[in-house]
């Protein structure tokens, strides 16, 4: 078996010790974490937790969203993308589990948006790290190429054993945030980008149709990297 930085052997034995000792395969996935558990080398724990992960994705999609107050700090970063403009990161914890919201200023169809990701603080310290070496690297940064792997590092998944509680931080924060910009820059507009996960989409959507009950939505169709993707606008107008 070929361990990962993820998974390692020192999990690995402790795993096969459990199950000496008569543990479920629920007590396994409750002690290493539903994320965690992915990343076993033979895939042992996907069927499992593809039914959690279904389950949960439907149950939040089915429920409006209430905010709960949470504490969170925010930083603003040279765009990857624009020359001088910003994108805004945010930091925040859900059960001592830290997590990062990331809008990245974005134009394209003749508008000026937003675009909403988030993730946990490994993924952004790896996207970070990967930032720092695309830098390393002679040339003009940075490259469409580059940009699209540096947002793919952020949109892979968090821990979904928590994803209720984080879905109503999230819906907090986004609008104590939307306050801030808005009294700097005026109304803004929120983006989300297609991607191959229509469940993710959903939540996002849900996210910014119970913070902001009263936007307006429309799409519209971009190309990236030789394929077509959709942009979805969430605006007061």
């Known amino acids: 078996m070929i361990f990962n930085e993820n998974w390692t ?94 809008l990245f200023y974005m134009f394209e169809n003749d508008i000026i948006s937003y675009e909403l990701l988030f993730t946990t603080k490994q993924q952004f310290e790896q996207y970070e ?22 947002k793919n590092i952020l949109k892979k998944e968090t821990n979904f054993n928590e994803l209720f509680t984080l879905f109503k931080s999230l819906t907090y924060i986004i609008n104590e945030l939307y306050n801030d910009i808005k009294f700097f820059y005026g109304d803004i507009t929120f983006s989300i980008t297609e991607t191959d996960n ?17 936007f307006k939505y429309k799409r519209r169709k971009i190309k990236i990297q030789d394929e077509y993707k959709y942009i979805y606008y969430y605006s007061k107008y």
Do not use: C, W
């Open 198 to 214: 229509p469940k993710k989409i959903r939540l996002y959507k849900n996210l910014i149709h119970d913070s902001f009950p009263d």
């Open 129 to 150: 790290k990967r930032m720092k070496e695309f830098l390393l690297i002679p040339g003009n940064h940075f490259t469409n190429e580059e940009q699209n792997e540096l």
């Open 9 to 102: 052997k020192e999990d690995n034995d402790y795993m096969r010790k459990m199950i000496r000792e008569g543990k479920s395969q629920d007590d396994i996935i409750k002690h290493f974490g539903e994320e965690k558990v992915l990343f076993h080398p033979k895939k042992k724990f996907h069927k499992t937790h593809k039914a959690i992960y279904t389950k949960m994705f439907d149950f939040v999609n089915e429920i409006k969203i209430n905010p709960e107050k949470t504490e969170f700090t925010h930083k603003r970063k040279n765009s990857i993308a624009y020359t001088n403009k910003e994108d805004i990161f945010i930091s925040f914890k859900v059960n001592e589990h830290e997590y990062i919201i990331a």
